[in-house]
């Protein structure tokens, strides 16, 4: 105990660190589970809660019993996901369609628990008792329902398929609804069909309507409706979803949407008609991915610091032995032999170590409420893992092997080298054979860890074990070194720096220090450089896959009129681009993406990629100039031979084909024009006929038409003088019709001004030639994936109007801005050929370049205004966000934590190395000071003592970490799953690496300073002291 | 005044010691063969000039290590022989080493009292009787100084302090390196004073390193070392040159002098003496020596 009062400051250090290494430790498993709750709760917020919440559907056809009734539905919940589901929503539906029958809309029944709070009734009351409605405006417009009207169904259903023999209602219509948005309806939308004339709205009703007894078909008493469809909807309680038990809600989950009625009736009638659907399993999913994410990072972060501490921990202990020697001396004369002396130093060091334990735990635990609440926002719940206990437990043993080995050497040292003063270490290249093997090892671990060898524990720590091999070779080269460069300052007349230099090579202080600044910076350094590429990945990809600044969502399907609309707002092309994304029908097909190519290269954002070097090129027009024509009548004149048929039936030979044109029209609409019947049995002569060219077509296709279920036929036409209200219209040669093979039709040049097309339908009713503006093989920039393997070869691609055209990739792509992996690059305007007629799954979007709010807010104004609603605003910093809130960014924060840590940990070594070598400098400083130097020069000198040593020591750390991030990165998780187009980009930040490695030397050197001006100015005193 | 019976004087006999220093450079010999016997209860002092070898022996006699070659036995031990903790219970109990410099011998953050308490503790341990803290105090005369901490103590009553640390097991042998230099005479005189009442006492062995004429002239017995032998000894102030086992006689300083290496000398009988005559031609005024 006296002891401890006469070394306090000492067993403080030994505290603290003993302390900070509890924490270090103990740390880790705190931030792991609160970030394994935070993981947990931001998925289950970021899940809709629709797809969240649990959907039972079924419906009567095979069990009345078990699925008629949402009672049952709701028996059917697995005990294990009931504590987590808030009371259900119960809905019957009931599909309907007009009588009496005709080509009438369909539509739904609905009832809903509660639904009258969850509409907005625009006119009328919500219905309250059978036989009553409410229906939306839409409907209510376009089918001329009001208020007060009756409407006749029938049901109406996939298994319900004779309408004639269907139950059947009149309805009365008491309102008209508006339908409240909320998490109430679980994700349905009531509304849309009626408004494009595609059928009735939901009509929400009574449940009595559903269940009471209707009427039966052909006035036959009374029945129940077939197949009422039962719903029960169970919103999850988000609250209840926590890191614990979401695996089990998951497994759960997942089973029960397997089975619905359970294993034994797999496959039954009944488990047919019920159905269940929720995320929870993709939830316990990307939980669990992250959660698996978050145990490599940290633990890997959190190793590189409990090195540095264990290593500062050590030296300090075997500092404090070797204090001690005098005692051990003593301890050994008088006959305590080495156990003795052994038990007399621990119990000096064991006590502070043993203190430390709480006070760490303690602080992990606030370091860990702070990092909830910092780096986790929203802050998951405090808690108290049990691993948290474990883990201090664990660095106490550690602790306590470190303090056990430390007196290993004063305790086994014979009593005759004890009772002798240290001698000061010379400088010494030599490496011992203890330090020697531990070099070899760590740069074993490292070269491992590089060529992927190892993974674990202990790769995790081959960063840090590279910087201690560093570390100790630059123990033994710094001092020969600063020995050397005294030698040089001395050589050159330079006193002060000579001085400082020499002593510093004698200093053991010295020996200390290097290895220590070097693992310290090396674990800024790598923090720093893990933070820095972290962060730069998820702003990449997050541009990569948002594609620009600001990417607006269309309401619009009309490719011409967007296009049109975005070249009048911006005619260069600098600020906006239209961009149409054509989704493959099948997966695994490639995804046809048309651009303008100039402004897109310029609007788009590509990350790792120069859009320069593409071969945009490439993506050119068709030479030939689109065949443009207006009008309203088109007649020619027209020459047909007798025409063979491939069938000898009578009845099947056509007595009539006619002459047609493709075009498409100024909607965009792609339509067969026939130019009036021509007889088979052979003609000559004029005809004419109505085009729907008023506003102007584009021709893309000549040929014939032959009317439904005709024989095939083979034959020649000569089309000559073709005039368009009485213009003459010029088709061409030969070489501006493209021939088809199936069916067979070709042109050849006949007399001047006449185009003759060989034909052979083989019983198709149209056959063309395509005109040669009409590209037949589109070329595309193609991404990898998307790629033939032989050159020039076409791959399947997709129209605007959702038909196939053929593409061959042009050159390649990295990726495209905002698209997926498999992606086909083409021309917008070689898609605009063919027009748009709103089928297929085109989505519209446009890029901007800047993200400006109030930039977007006017292009949105004038897009609105020239008819296109724009449906959704996304900017990359949205998408990074939410990147940012996984447990692979969560992890990665906490190099902050670590990096902090390191750097406090080696500003204590330094203060400690540098206040335990005050004897010696003292007296070194009181010998200058008597031999006439000035305070000003000793402190100087001083200064110059610590300070280049901790630069030389942090510069190699500087290397150190810089050569070891790129063997930790690849173990370290970036996202929650790869990106599909965005390779994560593991090279070196150097700009924040360096910056941030400048910033902890100067602050190392800073505190070396201080402290070393500290112990120049006690010179004096001390000296008095000697002397006394 | 002690409740613990003194433990018996040891003895000490060493045979041919020797003792060479092995260092990276250079191999010093400091001990080349030393025949030396120390009678139970005697108080011996050792003379000799600087790096003679005298806290090599003193080293060598507490076990502190191993010599070269030769033996030591003290008491009925074999130095040499003993295992490890036979070796820790011997400088536990029986063989006191007091280190040159008073302050060495102390834990510099204890008081005299908790110094002794420090070295008592293990013997009592070890030992089978010991004598308590407050009997070492007051056998030295320390009652005063000893709860002060060390920095208040002058350099006299530090000495004293070390002192009473070496004497806290009451062992049957106290090996004394220069306990009296840099003290003033009171000073000096009290330490070899309690040395001396120490072994009137309780019997025990007491060899006593010094440089101080008067010192060695209050000692019953001193023996000199010099290059590593045996050079000569003493009774109370009165020095002789002794004959070794193989049958050499040192020379002492003063006669060296006079008869400078490679003079030849033959020895007569002159009744009870010896005489020891230089070879005629020799050196002018060669006198007559007498060794008795
Ligand atoms: N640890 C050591 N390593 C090497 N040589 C040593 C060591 N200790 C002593 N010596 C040498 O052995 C010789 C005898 O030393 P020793 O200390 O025994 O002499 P001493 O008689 O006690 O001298 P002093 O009167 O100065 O204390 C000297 O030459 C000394 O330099
Ligand atoms: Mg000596």
């Known amino acids: 105990m006296s002891a401890l009062r006469y070394r306090w400051v000492q067993a403080l250090v030994v505290l603290v660190l003993a302390s900070l290494v509890t924490a270090a430790c103990a740390f880790a498993p705190l931030y792991v589970r609160a970030l394994d709750q935070a993981v947990v709760a931001t998925t289950v917020r970021a899940t809709p809660a629709a797809d969240a919440g649990v ?12 699925t008629t009734d949402y009672q049952h539905q709701r028996d059917l919940v697995p005990e294990a996901l009931k504590p987590a589901l808030a009371d259900g929503i119960p809905s019957i539906s009931v599909g309907v369609r007009r009588l009496p029958l005709a080509a009438e809309p369909e539509g739904s029944l609905l009832w809903r628990a509660g639904l009258c709070e969850h509409v907005r009734m625009t006119s009328g009351t919500c219905p309250n008792s059978a036989g009553e409605i409410a229906i939306s405006a839409d409907q209510a417009r376009v089918y001329d329902q009001a208020v007060g009207s009756t409407l006749e169904v029938g049901e109406w259903d996939a298994s319900v398929s004779r ?25 349905a939308t009531l509304t849309g069909a009626a408004a494009g004339k595609l059928g009735f709205d939901t009509m929400l009703t009574p449940e009595a309507t559903l269940v009471n007894a209707v009427r039966a078909p052909a006035g036959g008493g009374e029945v129940y409706w077939a197949e009422p ?13 926590t890191a614990d038990n979401i695996a089990r809600l998951g497994a759960v989950a997942k089973d029960w949407i397997a089975y619905p009625l359970g294993v034994s009736r797999y496959g039954s009638d009944a488990s047919d008609a019920v159905t269940v659907s929720t995320s929870l399993p993709a939830i316990a999913d990307a939980a669990a991915a992250s959660r698996g994410q978050a145990r490599v990072t940290v633990p890997l972060l959190m190793a590189q610091l409990g090195l540095l501490l264990c290593t500062v921990l050590w030296l300090v202990l075997v500092g404090a032995a070797d204090q001690r020697r005098g005692e051990a001396a003593l301890a050994r004369l008088r006959g305590r032999g080495s156990g003795g002396v052994r038990s007399l130093l621990l119990r000096e060091t064991l006590p502070p170590i043993v203190a430390g334990v709480p006070v760490g735990l303690a602080a992990a635990v606030g370091l860990a409420a702070g990092a909830r609440h910092t780096l986790l926002a929203p802050a998951p719940p405090a808690e108290f893992p049990p691993t948290t206990a474990y883990a201090a437990l664990l660095a106490l043993l550690v602790m306590l092997a470190l303090a056990a080995s430390s007196v290993r050497r004063v305790a086994r040292a014979p009593i005759a080298d004890l009772l002798r003063s240290v001698p000061a270490g010379r400088a010494k290249m030599v490496l011992g054979l203890l330090e020697a093997m531990v070099v070899a090892a760590a740069i074993a671990a490292f070269v491992a860890l590089v060529t992927g060898a190892v993974r674990g524990p202990v790769g995790q720590l081959a960063p840090t074990l590279l910087a201690v091999a560093v570390g100790i070779v630059a123990a033994r080269v710094v001092p020969a070194l600063l020995a050397w460069l005294g030698g040089m300052a001395l050589h050159r007349g330079w006193a002060r720096a000579a001085t400082a230099l020499l002593h510093a090579s004698r200093r053991s202080a010295t020996r200390w220090l290097t290895p220590i600044v070097t693992v310290a910076v090396a674990i800024v350094v790598l923090s720093a450089d893990l933070f820095a590429v972290g962060a730069l990945n998820r702003q990449h990809r997050a541009a990569a896959e948002t594609g620009a600044p600001t990417v607006l969502d269309l309401g619009s399907r009309d490719l011409k009129a967007v296009s049109d609309a975005i070249r009048a707002i911006d005619p260069t092309g600098t600020s906006i681009t239209p961009v149409v994304t054509i989704d493959p029908i099948g997966s695994g097909n490639t995804t046809t993406i048309g651009v303008l190519p100039d402004a897109f290269s310029r609007i788009a954002l590509w990350p790792g990629a120069d859009p320069k070097s593409l071969a945009w090129q490439a993506l050119r027009l068709p030479e030939q100039p689109p065949l443009e024509i207006t009008g309203t009548s088109v007649s020619y004149a027209a020459k047909l031979p007798t025409v063979d048929f491939t069938s000898l039936d009578p009845d099947a030979q056509s007595t009539a084909l006619s002459p047609a044109l493709q075009i498409v029209d100024a909607a965009g609409a792609t339509t067969t024009v026939p130019l009036g019947a021509i007889p088979t049995d052979g003609f000559q002569g004029r005809r004419s006929a109505t085009i729907p060219c008023a506003q102007g077509c584009r021709v893309i296709g000549l040929g014939v038409s032959a009317p439904l279920g005709a024989a095939g036929m083979r034959g020649t036409l000569i089309l000559s ?12 040669t030969a070489s501006t019709w493209r021939p088809s093979i199936s069916p067979e039709i070709a042109a050849s040049d006949g007399a001047p001004g006449a185009l003759t097309l060989t034909f052979a339908n083989s019983g198709q009713t149209e056959a063309f030639v395509v005109h040669e503006s009409v590209p037949q093989v589109l070329p595309a920039l193609t991404t990898a994936p998307a790629t033939p393997a032989a050159a020039g070869a076409t791959i399947g691609g997709y129209l605007v109007d959702g038909s196939d055209q053929l593409l061959t990739s042009a050159g390649p792509i990295a990726y495209v801005p905002g698209g997926p992996a498999r992606a086909a690059l083409v021309n917008l305007d070689s898609l605009l050929i063919r027009g748009w007629s709103g089928r297929g799954s085109a989505k519209l979007t446009a890029y901007l370049s800047s993200s400006d709010p109030s930039a977007v807010a006017s292009v949105r104004e004038r897009l609105t205004g020239l008819g296109i609603p724009v449906t959704g605003v996304r ?14 960014a969560w992890s990665l924060k906490l190099t902050t934590v670590v990096g902090g840590l390191a750097l406090l940990t080696c500003a204590v070594a330094l203060i400690v190395l540098i206040a335990t070598s005050w004897r ?4 070194d400083y009181a010998g200058l000071r008597m031999a006439g130097l000035t305070r000003r020069d000793v402190g100087l000198i001083a200064m110059l003592e610590t300070v280049p040593v901790v630069l030389l020591a942090g510069g190699l750390g500087l290397a150190a970490g810089l050569w070891s991030a790129p063997a930790a990165l690849p173990m370290v998780p970036l996202f929650t799953t790869p990106s599909a187009i965005f390779p994560p980009d593991l090279r070196t930040a150097y700009g924040p690496s360096l910056l941030v490695a400048a910033a902890a030397l100067v602050i190392l050197a800073v505190v070396a300073a201080l402290a070393s001006r500290y112990v120049a100015r006690r010179s004096r005193l001390d000296r008095l002291r000697e002397a006394a | 005044m002690s409740t613990a019976t003194p433990r018996p004087g040891l003895g000490v006999t060493t045979v041919g010691l020797v003792h060479i220093y092995r260092s990276e450079g250079s191999d010093v010999a400091a001990l080349s063969g030393v025949d030396i016997t120390v009678r139970p209860g005697e108080v011996v002092g050792l003379l000799g000039p600087s790096g003679s070898g005298k806290s090599t022996l003193l080293a060598l006699l507490a076990g502190l290590f191993q010599p070269s070659a030769g033996k030591v036995f003290v008491g009925d031990r074999d130095l040499a022989a003993l295992t490890e903790s036979e070796l820790d219970r011997y400088q536990a109990v029986d063989g006191s080493l007091m280190l040159q410099g008073a302050r060495r011998n102390l834990v510099p953050y204890l008081t005299i009292r908790g110094n002794v308490d420090f070295a008592r503790q293990h013997a009592a341990k070890v030992g089978d009787e010991v004598p308590t803290t407050q009997e070492v105090v007051d056998l030295i005369g320390a009652g005063e100084i000893a709860d002060r901490p060390l920095s208040e103590l002058s350099q006299g009553q530090l000495q004293l302090g070390a002192l009473a640390v070496a004497l806290a097991p009451g062992p049957g042998i106290v090996l004394a390196d220069e306990p009296t230099s840099a003290l003033d005479h009171a000073a000096r005189d009290r330490i070899l004073d309690t040395l001396l009442d120490v072994n009137r006492r309780s019997g025990a062995t007491i060899v006593i390193v010094t440089h101080d004429p008067d010192v060695a002239a209050r000692l019953p017995r001193t023996v000199t070392i010099r290059d590593g032998r045996i050079g000569g000894e003493g009774r109370l102030g009165q020095e002789y040159a002794v004959v070794t086992a193989d049958g050499f006689l040192p020379l002492p300083l003063h006669v060296r002098e006079g008869l400078p290496p490679g003079t030849l000398v033959r020895l007569e009988r002159d009744g009870e003496n010896w005489r020891l005559v230089p070879e005629a031609g020799g050196l002018p005024g060669g006198g007559d020596d007498v060794i008795q």
């Open chain 1, 875 to 888: 900017h990359p910093a949205d998408l990074e966000r939410t990147f940012a809130r996984s447990g692979a």
């Open chain 1, 55 to 66: 959907r039972i559907l079924s419906f009567s056809t095979a069990n009345m019993h078990v």
């Open chain 1, 920 to 923: 010696s400098r003292s007296r």
């Open chain 1, 721 to 732: 003088d073709l005039r368009i209200d009485d213009h003459p219209l010029d088709l061409g």
């Open chain 1, 229 to 241: 469809h039962q719903g029960l909807d169970l919103p999850l309680r988000p609250d209840q979803v």
């Open chain 1, 163 to 187: 309408v004639e023999v269907s139950p059947q209602a009149t309805l009365t219509v008491t309102g008209i609804y508006e339908q409240v948005p909320g998490d109430y309806w679980f994700g």
